[in-house]
């Protein structure tokens, strides 16, 4: 009998492994940015932004208003529009050209997850590349929307991997996402959590703010001449209460909760006097509590648990905070997809995740939501969700004299 494709894959050198997955993400990359126009409103702020960073400077183009990003990806695109206007090329949105710095960026990651992925067994680190590689979520909101959500997913990601082996790396990479966009901030619970489960908390939890500090400063110090407060009044104050809304297109439980509409005002009441934001911000703040009893009493290799934890809190900001839009579940995607490699057990609530989250940045790209003909998203979204505590209860009520599975890494 012949062995199947899987298998005799499983021949190839890792290197190998890693560079078709790597070339077949780029060409893929390359064929959908160059044949889809995307979401063409985004394309065009970011190439504003190029441009106005380029012909005043960072500091003019904060104080003149209208950026509402940290200024890591806007030194990128500088860089960008100094090539394009030095090599004379009209990048319009909705062409390949518009999204090539976000495809840069993504293929120059894939080689920090090859080396990240070291000391994981071979099969596991073989399933990490590939769904970080060719997950059909990153591709699709950097290839043909146009965005850079897997900048900052990446970069959470790396830092809860690391945060209990290399507390300072972690804290760089936490500060990277920080200055590239505010989202990361989500899973700062779960990194000052491991800090305090392991010996010597004093000395990692300053190890964690030194290395996070560092790209903070840096970053920020070219707007010391006047752009500094400009850039943390819009990028960090101001982004919290930019879009008031219950939910921008995010297929979570606003949709389905309370007969509400997902568009109607999150300063509206929802109960007990308390408005709709309250009430998704009280939720969040259970569920990074929950996430850190579960840090506490699980068993499982600590990597893997908070890994497992940050999915769990990513997740719970997407599903139960307000002003979400729905690119805002690249994060849980990409750290659900990195566990879904290492335990089986996993990979169908990271599928479900993954195939939700692509199909809500689909109808929101080419089409327009529908509240309740795109309701399965909602339904399946909660599903997923509702698996997720499920298994992590489960292993917390594990009686403490079964040892657990071993991990690659331990």
């Given at each position: 009998?012949?062995?199947?494709?899987?298998?005799?894959?499983?021949?190839?050198?890792?290197?190998?492994?890693?560079?078709?997955?790597?070339?077949?993400?780029?060409?893929?990359?390359?064929?959908?940015?160059?044949?889809?126009?995307?979401?063409?409103?985004?394309?065009?702020?970011?190439?504003?932004?190029?441009?106005?960073?380029?012909?005043?400077?960072?500091?003019?183009?904060?104080?003149?208003?209208?950026?509402?990003?940290?200024?890591?990806?806007?030194?990128?695109?500088?860089?960008?529009?100094?090539?394009?206007?030095?090599?004379?090329?009209?990048?319009?949105?909705?062409?390949?050209?518009?999204?090539?710095?976000?495809?840069?960026?993504?293929?120059?990651?894939?080689?920090?997850?090859?080396?990240?992925?070291?000391?994981?067994?071979?099969?596991?680190?073989?399933?990490?590349?590939?769904?970080?590689?060719?997950?059909?979520?990153?591709?699709?909101?950097?290839?043909?929307?146009?965005?850079?959500?897997?900048?900052?997913?990446?970069?959470?990601?790396?830092?809860?991997?690391?945060?209990?082996?290399?507390?300072?790396?972690?804290?760089?990479?936490?500060?990277?996402?920080?200055?590239?966009?505010?989202?990361?901030?989500?899973?700062?619970?779960?990194?000052?959590?491991?800090?305090?489960?392991?010996?010597?908390?004093?000395r990692r939890v300053t190890a964690m703010a030194l290395g996070?500090?560092?790209?903070?400063?840096?970053?920020?110090?070219?707007?010391?001449?006047?752009?500094?407060?400009?850039?943390?009044?819009?990028?960090?104050?101001?982004?919290?209460?930019?879009?008031?809304?219950?939910?921008?297109?995010?297929?979570?439980?606003?949709?389905?909760?309370?007969?509400?509409?997902?568009?109607?005002?999150?300063?509206?009441?929802?109960?007990?006097?308390?408005?709709?934001?309250?009430?998704?911000?009280?939720?969040?703040?259970?569920?990074?509590?929950?996430?850190?009893?579960?840090?506490?009493?699980?068993?499982?290799?600590?990597?893997?648990?908070?890994?497992?934890?940050?999915?769990?809190?990513?997740?719970?900001?997407?599903?139960?905070?307000?002003?979400?839009?729905?690119?805002?579940?690249?994060?849980?995607?990409?750290?659900?997809?990195?566990?879904?490699?290492?335990?089986?057990?996993?990979?169908?609530?990271?599928?479900?995740?993954?195939?939700?989250?692509?199909?809500?940045?689909?109808?929101?790209?080419?089409?327009?939501?529908?509240?309740?003909?795109?309701?399965?998203?909602?339904?399946?979204?909660?599903?997923?969700?509702?698996?997720?505590?499920?298994?992590?209860?489960?292993?917390?009520?594990?009686?403490?004299?079964?040892?657990?599975?071993?991990?690659?890494?331990?």
């Amino acid at each position: 009998m012949s062995e199947s494709p899987v298998r005799r894959s499983g021949r190839w050198p890792g290197w190998a492994w890693f560079l078709a997955c790597a070339l077949a993400s780029l060409a893929i990359q390359l064929l959908l940015a160059a044949t889809t126009r995307g979401y063409v409103a985004d394309q065009a702020i970011f190439l504003r932004w190029a441009e106005e960073v380029r012909a005043w400077g960072l500091s003019r183009a904060y104080e003149a208003g209208g950026i509402d990003y940290p200024p890591l990806y806007l030194y990128v695109l500088d860089v960008y529009a100094r090539l394009a206007s030095a090599g004379h090329l009209n990048v319009r949105p909705g062409t390949l050209w518009a999204k090539l710095p976000g495809v840069i960026l993504y293929a120059a990651f894939m080689p920090l997850i090859w080396r990240l992925s070291r000391g994981l067994s071979e099969d596991k680190r073989r399933w990490a590349i590939a769904t970080y590689c060719l997950n059909p979520v990153l591709i699709f909101d950097t290839a043909v929307w146009g965005q850079v959500d897997v900048l900052d997913a990446t970069l959470a990601l790396v830092a809860v991997w690391l945060v209990a082996r290399r507390p300072l790396l972690a804290g760089v990479a936490l500060g990277l996402g920080l200055a590239a966009k505010f989202e990361t901030i989500v899973v700062l619970p779960v990194l000052v959590g491991a800090a305090l489960l392991v010996p010597n908390r004093v000395r990692r939890v300053t190890a964690m703010a030194l290395g996070a500090l560092m790209p903070l400063a840096l970053s920020a110090l070219p707007l010391a001449g006047g752009g500094l407060w400009p850039m943390i009044r819009s990028a960090y104050i101001g982004t919290t209460s930019e879009y008031p809304y219950l939910s921008m297109n995010a297929m979570n439980i606003w949709f389905d909760l309370l007969d509400a509409s997902p568009y109607a005002s999150d300063r509206s009441t929802a109960l007990l006097g308390l408005s709709y934001k309250d009430v998704g911000l009280l939720l969040l703040a259970a569920a990074c509590l929950a996430a850190l009893a579960y840090l506490a009493r699980s068993r499982r290799a600590l990597p893997v648990r908070l890994l497992i934890a940050a999915a769990f809190v990513s997740f719970s900001f997407f599903m139960l905070a307000t002003e979400m839009h729905e690119r805002y579940v690249v994060l849980a995607v990409a750290l659900m997809a990195w566990l879904g490699a290492l335990d089986k057990r996993w990979r169908a609530v990271a599928a479900a995740v993954a195939f939700s989250a692509f199909w809500n940045l689909w109808v929101v790209c080419f089409g327009a939501v529908n509240a309740q003909q795109d309701a399965w998203m909602v339904y399946l979204n909660l599903a997923a969700y509702g698996a997720t505590g499920v298994i992590m209860v489960r292993e917390v009520r594990r009686p403490r004299t079964v040892r657990p599975a071993p991990e690659a890494i331990e």
